[in-house]
């Protein structure tokens, strides 16, 4: 079977014939070269209305398309592009299917390196098919444009916002995640973590969309609280369960920090030396080792020890079902956090009292929304952002994260060759 045949079993486009094809180059290094011809009784197309036209002249030489790889051989389609004397534009260069405006790639090989791009590093994926990493960028971003232009949000109902570090010197994107209990996608992102920031989003959103939210998840970040209110008041805002611990954990690693200095600065035994994940790990991830160490500081009285307690006493919040009775037991922990006399772990109990309501929605929303979901899609944006290690702009970051997490879609094609 001919490699003509193949083609126009596969992809046959309209007013266009594959001429002769022929391998150029060493064995080792070969391209197959497949020429277009237009049928004789084609009118080319515009470029910028679509509408066709006489032809007016050819360019020079003929323009060169890379293609989807062959066994291992590059493929490369050879057109010799027209003029077409459009009545509304005037002299334009014509429209060709196989590729938007002046892409030296046909859109079938963008495709075929987005798919790629998605399972290997962007720099693999170039390297693998011996092309260039802007290539595959420039597929991306061609992936990413469409299927945001024909991706649906009408069924949002709950949604999480978080930031991620993204760069060094606290350089945040902040992040919106659809965190409805059947869908968990990425909605939105934007540079840094201000208001004008989460603003950008809810405008994005539209208003109509933003009146149908019912939960909103979040941390205690000021500017998002301050948005969140006034632009989605409507929806029960939940403060994010993996946040308040995460505030607890950093509370805890302060003080251990600071009491463990002491110790050596008055020469006494560094008995904390080593235990910073004992305090850290949930005790079920503890190894028989950490298990027995912790057991032995358990006995002095530290106020390392007495803030790990007060720690893994908060725990027993999100075990209630009742409302009420997890206020009660709220209040009684930050009550007695105050009397501990441990300034961080006091700094996290007047945070609490601060943000009580949002943190007692918690019970409100449960079951209705996945509460681990945001946490869950920032470790997968940060493996994204990892994988993407190099990027310096915004843009390359945000394109990468969309065509990760946003679960675009895709044309239809009678056969995708991967």
């Known amino acids: 079977m001919q490699i003509q045949t193949i083609l126009n079993f596969l992809i046959k486009y309209s007013s266009f014939v594959y001429g002769k094809c022929q ?3 060493e064995p080792d290094d070969c391209t197959l070269e497949i020429e277009i011809l237009p049928r004789k009784n084609g009118r080319p197309e515009c470029s910028i209305c679509g509408s066709k036209g006489p032809v007016y002249d050819h360019q020079p030489r003929p323009r060169r398309f890379d293609f989807i790889p062959f066994w291992g051989v590059a493929v490369v ?10 009545s509304r534009c005037g002299v334009k260069v014509e429209r060709v299917p196989w590729a938007e405006g002046k892409s030296p790639t046909t859109d079938m090989y963008n495709w075929f390196l987005s798919q790629w791009a998605t399972m290997l590093s962007w720099s693999d994926t170039a390297r693998m098919f011996k092309t260039s990493w802007s290539t595959v960028f420039n597929a991306v971003e061609m992936a990413v444009e469409w299927g945001r232009r024909h991706v649906k949000h ?22 919106v995640y659809q965190i409805d209990a059947g869908a968990r996608r990425l909605l939105w992102v934007g540079e840094n973590r201000t208001t004008k920031t989460l603003l950008k989003f809810f405008r994005w959103f539209g208003k109509e969309r933003t009146e149908q939210l019912k939960f909103v998840a979040s941390d205690m970040w000021k500017a998002y609280l301050k948005v969140i209110a006034f632009k989605a008041g409507s929806a029960l805002h939940v403060l994010d369960r993996f946040h ?14 600071t009491e463990a200095k002491k ?12 235990s910073r994940w004992l305090f850290l790990k949930r005790p079920a991830k503890l190894t028989v080792w950490q298990d027995a160490k912790l057991a032995d500081l358990l006995q002095y009285n530290l106020k390392s020890i007495r803030a ?19 206020e009660k037991f709220l209040d009684n922990w930050c009550t007695k956090t105050m009397r501990s006399k441990i300034e961080p772990m006091k700094k996290v109990a007047k945070s609490i009292r601060k943000h009580k309501p949002l943190i007692l ?20 944006s940060k493996l994204t952002i990892r994988k993407a290690y190099g990027f310096r702009s915004f843009r390359t970051a945000e394109i990468a994260l ?15 060759f991967w």
């Open 361 to 380: 929605n918690w019970f409100k929303a449960r079951g209705e929304i996945n509460q681990g979901a945001v946490e869950g899609m920032n470790n997968k």
């Open 402 to 416: 969309y065509h990760t997490l946003e679960k675009l879609p895709e044309p239809e094609f009678t056969n995708r």
């Open 244 to 257: 308040i611990v995460a505030n607890m954990n950093k509370a805890i690693d302060e003080v251990r920090a």
């Open 263 to 274: 110790l050596h600065a008055e020469d006494r035994e560094p008995i904390l030396k080593n």
């Open 77 to 86: 389609f050879v057109y010799t592009m027209r003029r077409v004397d459009c």
């Open 154 to 175: 009408e069924m949002v109902t709950a949604i999480g916002v978080d930031e991620i570090a993204w760069q060094r010197r606290h350089k945040y994107l902040t992040v």
């Open 23 to 25: 391998l150029v180059g």
């Open 308 to 326: 790990y307690v007060l720690k893994e006493d908060f725990q027993q919040f999100w075990k209630y079902i009742h409302h009420g009775w997890a």
